[in-house]
Nanobody, 124 residues
Framework: QVQLVESGGGSVQTGGSLNLSCAAS????????AGWFRQAPGKEREGVAR??????YYADSVKGRFTISQDSAKTTLYLQMNSLQPEDTAMYYC???????????????????WGQGTQVTVSS
């Protein structure tokens, strides 16, 4: 099993920055795909960014503003968020799975390990 715990959320003004962290424990060596998702009130959970052996990928809405990274031991996942906008306000979740050959934010059901979430609020 893998346990994920997010931190780093908070409240910022438009244009501000936050750096989210996701600490992983357990069988972290088995993780091959990790990503960040977010869910705003009344909206579906959406993929923001993911990282895999094949590289990283970003949703169009955050491309150029957010950066996903991971330490070599796969024990901590990061999401650096710059130029934050009010529409970025949401609960942010890290998630992961063991799949080797696939890592698709659109296939949310593939992600079987989830953190509890950290709130990000951006005010105008």
């Amino acid at each position: 099993q893998v346990q994920l715990v997010e931190s780093g959320g908070g409240s910022v003004q438009t244009g501000g920055s936050l750096n989210l962290s996701c600490a992983a424990s357990g069988y972290t060596y088995s993780i091959n795909c990790a990503g960040w998702f977010r869910q705003a009130p009344g909206k579906e959970r959406e993929g923001v960014a993911r990282i895999h052996t094949g590289g990283s990928y970003y949703a169009d809405s955050v491309k150029g503003r957010f950066t996903i990274s991971q330490d070599s031991a796969k024990t901590t996942l990061y999401l650096q968020m710059n130029s934050l906008q009010p529409e970025d306000t949401a609960m942010y979740y890290c998630a992961a799975h063991r799949g080797i050959n696939y890592c698709d934010l659109g296939r949310i059901n593939d992600f079987n390990y989830w953190g509890q979430g950290t709130q990000v609020t951006v005010s105008s």
